[in-house]
Antibody, heavy 117, light 107 residues
């Protein structure tokens, strides 16, 4: 079973860029899976950020599209999230996940990113 | 974009009760719907996909039904370990939107 682990800074300054990586183990990122990022502000619900196939071709949430980039590194078996021009509203737990036929069957444990000066 | 609306937003029921959560899509999505369970401080866990298929290892007291725009998640006999927030997600096309969640508590 695929295992996922998020990593990145836990504190980011306003107007900066949030960068996270998701390491994939127990399987190849070059499989047929799509790879997804989801976030959850404290005390709130889940928000789908976007997804990418191992060969590229990402899809993004329209509400974040102007600020989001998701990329994949096949050589390192990982994929990444960059979110620019961040504000306090971007404070959240960020999850990476793998898809099976569209639904998200494996999730990382999540990483809390706080936006503060 | 298609919106997903869950009801109720929260519920309280007794152990052994039958619990039903509803998810409505603003447009038809076929049966491309998943349900997730999230316990406090934990990542979500896939319960059901293609509206009614139970993920491996999920107890049989959980079931899903529906197609098109109206879907339900049913817990046939609520157990203490089922205390969690439940989310639906449509995944026919991007953006693969989640419902706002339903918090289930024990009375």
């Amino acid at each position: 079973q695929v295992q996922l682990q998020e990593s990145g800074p836990g504190l980011v300054k306003p107007s900066g860029t949030l960068s996270l990586t998701c390491a994939v183990s127990g399987g190849s990122i070059s499989s047929t899976n799509w790879w997804t990022w989801v976030r959850q502000p404290p005390g709130k619900g889940l928000e789908w950020i976007g997804e990418i196939y191992h060969s590229g071709s990402p899809n993004y949430n329209p509400s974040l599209k102007s600020r989001v980039t998701i990329s994949v590194d096949n050589s390192k078996n990982q994929f990444s999230l960059d979110l620019t021009s961040i504000t306090a509203a971007d404070t959240a737990v960020y999850y990476c996940a793998s898809q099976k036929g569209g639904s998200l069957d494996n999730w990382g444990q999540g990483t809390l990113v706080t936006v503060s000066s | 974009d298609i919106q997903m609306t869950q009801s109720p937003s929260s519920l309280s029921a007794s152990v052994g009760d039958r619990v039903t959560i509803t998810c409505r899509a603003s447009q038809g999505i076929g049966n491309y719907l998943a349900w997730y369970q999230q316990k406090p401080g934990k990542a979500p866990k896939l319960l059901i996909y293609v509206a009614s298929t139970l993920q491996s290892g999920v107890p049989s007291r959980f079931s899903g039904s529906g197609s098109g725009t109206d879907f339900t998640l049913t817990i046939s006999s609520l157990q203490p370990e089922d205390v969690a927030t439940y989310y639906c997600q449509k995944y026919k096309t991007a953006p693969r939107t989640f419902g706002q969640g339903t918090k289930v508590e024990i009375k």
